[in-house]
Structures are given as C-alpha cells and as structure tokens.
Nanobody, 125 residues
Framework: QVQLIESGGGLVQAGGSLRLSCAAS????????MGWFRQAPGKEREFVTA????????LYADSVKGRFTIARDNAKNMVFLQMNSLKPEDTAVYYC??????????????????WGQGTQVTVSS
C-alpha cells in the first residue's frame, strides 16, 4: 500500500485560502485515483474531491465546487488541494486517500484503500 502524509492545514479567517499537500511514499501514485475527505467534530467523514490516475476525471462535492481545486503531480508523488473562499463550515480534519478507481474513491471508508493521518483546517468567522 501507499503511505500518505498530509500537510498545510492551519487556522484561517473566513474568505481566506489554504493549500493542502499530500506526500506519498512506498508506491507511485500514478497507480491510484487520489482524493480528499474531511471530518468535522461529531460528524461522519465525507467525500470532498477525487482525481483520476492521470487527471482526466475530477469530481467535487457540491459543497466545495467552485472553491476547491484538486491537482496531482505524479512525478513528485504528490497531491494538492487548493481551498479558496473558505467558510467556517469547512472546518474539519482533512484526509488524503488513495484507491484503485475514482468511482471507488468517492465512497471509500476508513477500512479500505489508503489514508493519511489528517491535517486540521480551522476557519474562523
């Protein structure tokens, strides 16, 4: 399995931006669809965005469309999440995930695929 480490989280005011990074090791991410999930306190982990192995197919949750952008750099074995126009409701722990197929990734559960440890994003009002 591929190992994933997220970074770039922090505290930002509403309307601000953050860029999350996910560094992979152990295997090349070109073998995986990659994505981001988030989990707010007291809520279930939810799908945020996914990108296919070579970037030809990208999916976003309705709640982040037009504000978040996922990108991947297979040569550097990294995935990125650019988050703009952040809202307090975006506050959550953000997780990077990998799966064999984009369709599988959108419904991935913590017991399957590969997951990072998460990075906290806090948006103040």
């Amino acid at each position: 399995q591929v190992q994933l480490i997220e970074s770039g989280g922090g505290l930002v005011q509403a309307g601000g931006s953050l860029r999350l990074s996910c560094a992979a090791s152990g295997r090349t991410i070109s073998a995986y669809a990659m994505g981001w999930f988030r989990q707010a306190p007291g809520k279930e982990r939810e799908f945020v965005t996914a990108i296919s192995r070579f970037g030809g197919n990208i999916l976003y949750a309705d709640s982040v469309k037009g504000r978040f952008t996922i990108a991947r750099d297979n040569a550097k074995n990294m995935v990125f999440l650019q988050m703009n126009s952040l809202k307090p409701e975006d506050t959550a722990v953000y997780y990077c995930a990998a799966a064999s197929l984009t369709a599988t990734l959108t419904t991935l559960t913590p017991g399957s695929g590969s997951w990072g440890q998460g990075t906290q994003v806090t948006v103040s009002s």
